[in-house]
């Protein structure tokens, strides 16, 4: 397996205001320059050269609808400060901490090379304060810079282009497209921990607060390989080659607790033959997903709804606060798995007795947090399963 190329919209990002190296991609095309071969840059009317530019696009979902967003990224060689005074002159706002701005992030219709008034409805300066990055980000009206106090938050040690798109759309919903203006790389000093070392989930908690839930199927999708990619003797966990652009999975094992796609450890069940259960529930759930749900608008929005609950779950802690809880919860879907493959087309998936375990979970769950989205999610799993209550295996196919 293959994974697809680093996301390009963040190469520059990474470079000129992370100071790290690549971070993985959605399905973009990668347009990147390493060297200043353009003179066409137009900001605000006046040219800047520019190199390391990017193109790609934010694929954002709103509950069950997605929408991509075009996204341009680029660091200005020079006259970074020229591009403040311009913005400032403008539209007629007054900021602070001029000479800690990083980049500059601009909203609007058909941004293109030539970044004009017109076209731009909302912009979002981004600054390094003490290690914080500070996204203040201003509403365009009548040719003026209103703050969107709403939409400003300080994102500690780092920053994801969806994170731009989202505001974009909260801006204006007509918009399309944004363009990112980077800081010449050599003004970029910042120097970032290792947050996921550190568990540090304080920047996606404030994400859940201002947005719905931007980790998708699509983001896990780059990290775990497919049933078809890996046997049922396999974690299903990718690793990534740089040198080769390679990607092989990683081999489970119970004894040593290797990761699940929960990001906790998976033991199943204690009164069977562990391995042997959770590599063959875990067969069936692939296969569930990849050839039954894929294939299906509604079997789609499910597998989109299982790798949200489980991000929601792992930045807020409920994976640690409710282990057990959840450790019976996914020994249940496990079987159920392992039966629904197996059982016949008149057989009834899941009884009354099922369905009440199921809506103690939902009504568990829902109160983990108030994002939107999340709310939409287990709303919509309650009422679908008054649907699915009692309904036989080939009553469920027809649904999905």
Not at 6 to 18: D, E, Q, R, T, Y
Not at 44 to 69: R, V
Not at 175 to 190: A, C, G, K, M, W
Request: one cysteine or more.
């Amino acid at each position: 397996m293959k994974l697809k190329n680093f996301k390009p919209i963040l190469l520059a990002i990474s470079i000129a205001v992370l100071s790290t190296n690549c971070t993985e991609s959605n399905d973009t095309t990668d347009s990147t320059t390493e060297l200043s071969s353009f003179a066409n840059l137009k900001i605000l009317g006046q040219p800047y050269d520019y190199y390391n530019h990017a193109t790609g696009n934010a694929k954002l979902k709103y509950f069950n609808d997605e929408k991509s967003i075009t996204a341009n990224s680029l660091i200005i060689n020079e006259k970074f400060e020229l591009i403040v005074e311009d913005l400032i002159a403008s539209y007629n706002f007054t900021t602070t901490d001029l000479s800690k701005i990083t980049s500059i992030a601009f909203y609007g219709h058909n941004l293109n090379f030539s970044l004009q008034k017109e076209n731009i409805t909302g912009f979002t300066l981004l600054k390094n304060i003490d290690g914080n990055f500070i996204t203040e980000t201003y509403q365009v009206k009548d040719s003026k810079a209103i703050s969107a106090e709403n939409l400003t938050k300080i994102h500690k040690q780092r920053i994801f282009s969806e994170v731009f798109g989202y505001i974009s759309n909260e801006i204006n919903e007509e918009n399309d497209s944004f363009f990112l203006v980077n800081r010449p790389i050599e003004q970029q000093t910042i120097k970032l921990k290792n947050v996921e070392e550190e568990e540090d989930y304080s920047f996606e908690l404030s994400l859940l607060d201002q947005y719905p839930i931007i980790y998708t199927n699509e983001a896990a999708s780059k990290h775990y390989c497919t049933l078809t990619e890996c046997d049922s003797e396999k974690v299903g966990f990718c690793t990534h080659v740089t040198d080769t652009e390679d990607s092989y999975c990683g081999k489970s094992s119970y004894i040593d607790d290797c990761p699940d796609e929960e990001g906790g450890t998976d033991p199943g069940p204690e009164e069977e033959d562990d391995y042997t259960f959770v590599q063959n529930a875990r067969a069936a759930m692939y296969s569930i997903r990849d050839n039954i749900f894929s294939s299906s608008t509604k079997g789609q929005q499910y597998i989109d709804f299982y790798y949200k609950i489980g991000h929601v779950w792992k930045v807020t802690g409920t994976y640690n606060t409710n282990t057990a809880d959840i450790q019976q919860l996914m020994d249940f879907i496990r079987r159920k798995s392992l039966y629904f493959l197996a059982a016949g087309s008149n057989d009834v998936i899941i009884n009354t007795s099922e369905a009440n375990y199921l809506r103690s979970k939902i009504n568990t769950y829902k109160n983990v947090h108030s994002n939107a989205e999340y709310q939409y999610i287990f709303t919509t799993l309650d009422n679908d399963l008054n649907t699915f209550e009692g309904k036989t295996k080939a009553d469920l196919l027809s649904i999905f």
